[in-house]
């Protein structure tokens, strides 16, 4: 063996995925990730993942639990919670208590939500006020088009699901910014105050109606619009949900279409991968789960969140239905020998800045799927710091399969930092670790991945289920 070769059998290095790829890999990438972009295309908020997810595990064969009596080794279920959140499970040859593979991402991405009382006119012109969800850059959601999503109950009961401007026929929404010329004095101001929260308005109408002794006569026009349209009045939007969006669909970037533009891909490019590989998974010997989330972005909060106790209770549910108990000692024994890969994306190396990244620790696109072993920011505050048992067992697990992956940290030691729901996921006493896809321009309305990241998390994910 000469130096060279002794080096370079010692040392590591990041591999890039497209020099260990065969020709028949990639065609399957390239098969899965058109899928992904109309998985994305249909599912912009978290109500339409879940409906999207149903719909496809039903086509796989999967039931609902709720109507199932009793399980058995192989068979296929989903679990809704509220309509934002799904947990799907294929049960094992072996014994529940030897443990659950868990693989869960989330599917809220950031947006702008519509406050209560939303509507007001000015200038002639009728507005809808917003509230952000999630840490956005506000400058990045102005002057581009956006779509409404979301869902109304009228004063008399009745469902309206609003989904305007993803047809081609349809009108878009806006949120206008200032022209340069007059913008001195904005552009002298920070980033980050540049564009102020109150002012993430949408403008949704222009024109009056003829009216007498009404003043406001575009809202005049809009609420005549909504009554006759949705059958809604304007109490209706205090209890509605309505999430306003990019409206642009998902599409490849760059002459080779090696990457994917969209928004919403943190974190719904791990959800579709999730969601696939729970799909594809036949006869695995430990239980397969996988749990898309709502309210990641804000916390884990709330009852569809991580951190409710859905999870654990489906998990009981499952083992009932499955041995005809679920005793403390089986819950606990199945919940202590059980491992979840928090699918969850990480920030790319970006080369426009890459200042931020401690490059020999950071992410890179086309380098894998990425295993960050903690999150958090200020010395890991706020991290589930998975153990060395476990990050090397699943290592093997994927040099085993084939799965290019590589480590990477969310940015420099003090750039910043974040969470994702594996702690609250370790606090059930399991293991853990963050499993997930670079994303450049992350929480930005079109967000970039690479198309061979998104292929390897979905070998991540099937390598996971099959083997640990
Ligand atoms: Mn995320
Ligand atoms: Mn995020």
């Known amino acids: 063996m000469t130096d060279k070769e002794q080096f370079e059998a010692l040392s590591y ?12 890999e990639i065609s399957e990438m390239n098969a899965l990730c058109n899928e992904y972009r109309c998985f994305l295309d249909a599912g912009k908020t978290e109500r339409e993942c879940v409906r999207e997810s149903v719909k496809l595990a039903e086509e796989y064969g999967f039931k609902n639990l709720d109507g199932t009596e009793s399980l058995k080794p192989g068979d296929r279920v989903y679990k809704i919670n509220r309509g934002k959140n799904i947990l799907l499970a294929v049960i094992g040859s072996d014994d529940i208590t030897s443990g659950i593979n868990l693989v869960g991402a989330h599917i809220d991405s950031p947006r702008l939500d519509l406050k209560q009382n939303p509507l007001y006119e000015s200038c002639d012109m009728a507005l809808l ?3 952000y969800y999630g840490g956005i850059k506000k400058y990045q ?12 109950y009228t004063e008399s009961g009745e469902t309206v699901e609003l989904n305007i401007g993803e047809n081609e026929d349809d009108p878009v929404f806006c949120v206008t910014d200032l022209l340069p010329h007059l913008a001195q004095d904005q552009m002298s101001k920070k980033m980050s105050e540049g564009i102020e929260g109150e002012n993430l308005n949408i403008l949704i109408a222009g024109m009056p109606v003829k009216a007498k002794d009404v003043s406001e006569k575009v809202k005049f026009a809009v609420l005549k619009y909504i009554n006759e349209k949705y059958g809604m009045k304007e109490r209706d939007f205090q209890t509605a949900e309505i999430e306003i969006v990019p409206a642009f669909k998902a599409k490849n970037v760059g002459f080779d279409g090696s990457f994917i533009g969209a928004y919403g891909q943190d974190d719904r ?12 998974t036949k006869s695995p010997k430990k239980t397969a789960m996988a749990i898309l989330v709502d309210k990641e972005e804000i916390g884990s ?9 859905f999870f654990s209770m489906a998990v009981a549910e499952v083992i009932e239905k499955l041995t005809g108990s679920c005793t403390v000692t089986q819950y606990n024994k199945t919940i202590a020998n059980s491992a979840c890969m928090s699918s969850d994306v990480n920030a790319g190396v970006d080369p426009n800045y890459e200042s931020v990244s401690e490059k020999k620790n950071a992410s890179f696109c086309n380098c894998g799927v990425v295993l960050t072993k903690y999150t958090g920011a200020r010395g890991k505050s706020g991290s589930s710091d998975a153990s060395a048992e476990f990050v090397s067992s699943l290592a093997r697990i994927m040099d085993a399969n084939g799965v290019v992956w590589q480590t990477g940290e969310l940015g420099k030691v003090d750039q910043g930092g974040g969470g994702t729901i594996a702690q609250y996921v370790a606090n059930l006493n399991m293991e853990v670790i963050d499993c997930g896809v670079s994303v450049l321009s992350m929480h930005s309305p079109f967000e970039i991945t690479a198309k061979t990241d998104v ?3 979905y070998r991540a994910y099937m390598a996971f289920y099959k083997d640990r």
């Open 129 to 131: 006020k917003t509230h």
């Open 455 to 457: 292929y390897m998390a």
């Open 301 to 309: 909060m709330g009852n569809t969140g991580m951190q409710s106790a």
């Open 269 to 280: 490019v791990c959800g579709f991968t999730t969601l696939k590989s729970i799909l594809d």
């Open 141 to 152: 959601w102005t002057a581009i088009p956006l779509a409404m999503h979301g869902v109304v």
């Open 13 to 24: 290095k990041r591999r890039n995925a497209y020099e260990v790829m065969s020709d028949s």
